[in-house]
């Protein structure tokens, strides 16, 4: 079965600063990896995916994703993060036929003036 | 503007009491998905539908329904047998196709009287 590990719940960082989320998967063949992002109270939007090819895919709001098969990882980062970017941060696998995705626990961001 | 609308906002229900959350998508998807979401958590998904007239069950469909009797649209109904259904509830639509992300509606927050 596959599974997605955020192993950091919550991260505080100034802004200004870099910022790298964590994001671990656990899925038998090639994996298809998103990453969400939620204000509160709202629904999620996606920031960018990868299935194939260039394993650094970029996305929406300056923010990138770096997908490491060797180990199992799909990191987001951000090189100057902004207050605005302050939310909850969700990464996620879907099944080969597309339908199952699959969430980790998210990652609450936090940016300090 | 092509979205996904979820209504209400905001949902109160007493003991013993079904209530049904909409949710509306004009952006001609074929799959709708539910999810539920409790503090701290990931995403869960209730059920799932690919065509109209058709749905599966998710990992949590105990205490649930739903319907699809038109392609845009995809209501869950929470009955009485869901003995604890305080929660914020997703509903998210995407067009056929492995790549094809979900997107994601603004959410009903449901709590009991």
């Known amino acids: 079965a596959q599974s997605v590990t955020q192993p950091d719940i919550h991260i505080t960082v100034s802004e200004g600063a870099s910022l790298e989320l964590r994001c671990n998967y656990s899925y038998g063949a090639t994996p298809y990896l998103f990453w969400y992002v939620q204000s509160p109270g709202q629904g999620l939007q996606l920031l960018l995916k990868?299935?194939?090819?260039?394993?650094l895919v970029q996305g929406i709001k300056g923010f990138e994703a770096e997908f490491k098969r060797s180990q199992s990882s799909f990191n987001l980062r951000k090189p100057s993060v902004h207050w605005s970017d302050a939310a909850e941060y969700f990464c996620?696998?879907?099944?080969?036929?597309?339908?199952?995705?699959?969430f980790g626990g998210g990652t609450r961001l936090m940016v300090k003036p | 503007d092509g979205g996904i609308t979820q209504s209400p906002k905001y949902l109160f229900r007493k003991e013993g009491q079904n209530v049904t959350l909409s949710c509306e998508q004009n952006?001609?998807?074929?799959?709708m998905y539910w999810y539920r979401q409790d503090p701290g958590q990931g995403l869960r998904l209730i059920y799932y539908s690919q065509i109209v007239n058709d749905f599966q069950k998710g990992d949590i469909a105990e205490g649930y329904s739903v319907s699809r009797e038109k392609k845009e649209s995809f209501p869950l109904t929470v009955t009485s047998a869901q003995k604890n259904p305080t929660a914020f509830y997703l509903c998210a639509s995407r067009q056929t196709g492995v790549a094809q992300p979900q997107h994601f509606g603004d959410g009903t927050r449901l709590s009991i009287l």
């Open positions: 996620a696998v879907v099944d080969n036929a597309g339908n199952m995705l699959t």
């Open positions: 952006l001609n998807h074929d799959a």
């Open positions: 990868y299935f194939s090819g260039d394993t």
